[in-house]
């Protein structure tokens, strides 16, 4: 069982008083804080090997390539996918959601049906709109 207590001391952004309130942070879909062990990566990426990824050939450069495509490879493990190529990193959820809805323009049929809830994020509800127009399908609000 998960223990959000132990889970939320990894996260020391959020050991703050914020408007005489603990602080509680829910806009995950804009940015997501980090763990403890995630700053420590990144702390030691910038000091040790800050270079482009897949773009040199030099020392800093390839060092950085092998421990991105060494997070790709744990993710893949993690989600249990059977290959490296089905993970996609992304700049963030709404570049995430349009490769979706692109996706989507290339498979959806005519009188299919997307269902979407009407609490949806605007980015969540546009690629499904222009998805819907551009194939003939059917957006469905719950």
Partial sequence: MLDAYKISKDFAILDQIVNDEPLVYL???????????????????YHED???????VHTLAERATTAYEASRE?????????STKEV??????????????RFAEQILQPDDEVLISIMEHHSNII???VACQKTGAKLIYA
Wanted: aromatic fraction near 10%.
């Fill in 74 to 82: 744990k993710l893949r493990k993690f989600i249990n996918a059977k």
């Fill in 27 to 45: 806009d995950n879909a804009a940015t997501t804080q980090k763990p403890q062990a995630v700053l420590d990566v990144l702390n030691a990426y």
């Fill in 127 to 129: 690629p499904w709109q």
């Fill in 88 to 101: 996609l990193f992304t700049r963030g959820t709404t570049t995430g959601l349009n490769w979706i809805g």
């Fill in 50 to 56: 800050n270079a482009n990824v897949h773009r040199g």
